[in-house]
């Protein structure tokens, strides 16, 4: 029998209930602010770094210091705020280089126009852009400006040329802006922000340099141009475990039916329709995969003979054929050079024996059985599931469906590395 340790408790953001929080447990942020309304933000996205657990170092400009005072950082960092290039007591230890080595991650939230176009030119010109020249440290910023700065052909030019050279750009988001227009141009939510910022970090983890592939969602099958058979699965469940896959380090592609969700930070996401263009999608990112992750509810049938044109209301009754479609986790499972290969079984009834029965049959090394009658596990927020080998079982009880799913990634990283499927020579850096 395996043993596993019990289901770790969630973290939950202050005042937000129920919200996970990803770990950055010792990680080192410099964060840059500059002279922007939205520096105000700023603040609480220190707040928020450091309930993940990391270590912030606030460095801001000028400008910056005329909307927000450094002592506000100072007490939320518990660091004393950078502001200077000519700090004489930092500088007679060369203090720009080394907050340039010290930091894992800089993001500089807000980014105004102005940096991000002294950024693109390669500026010097005062200790925030000096720091982002002499790192070797990934680097990300937040724009925050009038959406018609924002759209400036300049403005434009300059965030590609940064994109081009590996800065990520995190927004803007769109709304109401300070100035009391409405448009693209809002710096990301403070949350936002820092779950964005977990993909710069150094990847460590059960599963790191992993490469995971997941399914995820429904498909829909095509009955005339207007009109498809599909099911209730929201995809969240599957989104969540690329979520907690990328998490745990892994190189994370995630093949996804039409669903209403965000892509997972650092996620590669490919979405297709139906079963056979899933199928197709599969084939074609699998040979590279260590693991393969069926949490799709993927359609079994799909209409033998789908109209070219809408079907029109002549009759009582309409009857349509229907052709069973490829099983795309047993073809997987199937695959002479197969990948460690997790289903998920979402039954109305008999769960765990329908389960079991469906983990002999695909030959498959685990599975995760949920019930989903009446408002069971599709479109919530909760699930619960039952995690089956061939000789043994965990309850992993109800929760959260990212808690669960982090627990599910343990428990994966766990019998992957015990089945001895782990091959050093295809180790990827995530």
């Not at 939320?76 to 907050?99: F, K, Q, Y």
């Not at 990112?285 to 789908?306: K, L, N």
Request: proline share 6%; net charge positive.
């Amino acid at each position: 029998m395996h043993k596993y340790a019990p289901l770790a408790q969630p973290v939950c953001v202050s005042g937000e209930p129920g919200r996970i929080i990803p770990a950055m447990q010792g990680n080192r942020i410099l964060l840059g602010v500059t002279g922007g309304i939205a520096a105000y933000k700023s603040a609480e996205l220190v707040r928020r770094l450091r309930e993940r657990g990391a270590q912030v170092q606030v460095v801001m400009t000028a400008a910056a210091r005329e909307f927000v005072g450094a002592l506000t950082f100072q007490a939320l960092s518990g660091r004393p705020v950078r502001t200077d290039l000519w700090d004489s007591a930092a500088e007679a230890a060369m203090g720009h280089i080394e907050l340039a080595r010290w930091a894992e991650a800089v993001l500089v939230a807000p980014a105004t126009a102005d940096f991000l176009a002294r950024l693109a030119e390669g500026r010097a010109d005062d200790l925030l852009t000096t720091l982002c020249l002499a790192t070797a440290a990934p680097i990300a910023v937040a724009p925050a400006m009038n959406r018609l700065m924002w759209a400036n052909a300049a403005t434009v030019a300059n965030v590609e040329r940064l994109r081009q050279r590996g800065v990520r750009v995190f927004g803007p988001a769109e709304g109401a802006q300070a100035c009391g227009e409405v448009g693209e141009g809002r710096m990301l939510e403070p949350p936002e922000l820092a779950d964005q910022l977990a993909v710069l970090l150094p990847a460590a983890g059960p599963l790191h340099g992993r490469r995971v592939l997941i399914t995820a969602g429904p498909t829909r099958e095509r009955i005339d141009p207007v009109r498809f058979i599909s099911n209730r699965s929201s995809g969240k469940m599957g989104f969540a475990v690329a979520q907690a896959a990328r998490e745990a380090g892994a190189q994370v592609v995630l093949v996804s039916g039409p669903v209403s969700l965000p892509t997972p930070p650092g996620v590669r996401r490919v979405d297709v329709e139906s079963a056979e263009a899933m199928l197709t999608a599969v084939q074609n990112e699998v040979a590279a995969a260590d693991i393969f992750i069926s949490t799709a509810a993927v359609a079994d049938y799909r209409p033998a003979h789908p109209s070219g044109q809408k079907i029109k209301k002549t009759s009582e009754r309409l009857q349509l054929e229907m052709e069973r479609t490829t099983d795309v986790l047993a073809s997987v499972a199937a695959r002479a050079d197969r990948p460690f290969v997790v289903g998920f079984a979402a039954e109305t009834e008999s769960v765990e024996q329908n389960a079991r029965a469906k983990l002999l049959k695909k030959n498959l090394d685990m599975i995760a059985a949920n019930e989903v009658s009446h408002s069971k596990g599709f479109d919530c927020e909760d699930n619960h599931l039952i995690v089956l080998w061939r000789n043994a079982r965990q309850d992993l009880g109800a929760g959260p469906k990212l808690a669960l799913a982090r627990e599910l990634i343990r428990l994966i990283g766990e019998s992957y590395a015990a089945a001895g499927k782990a091959r050093p020579r295809d180790t990827v850096q995530a």
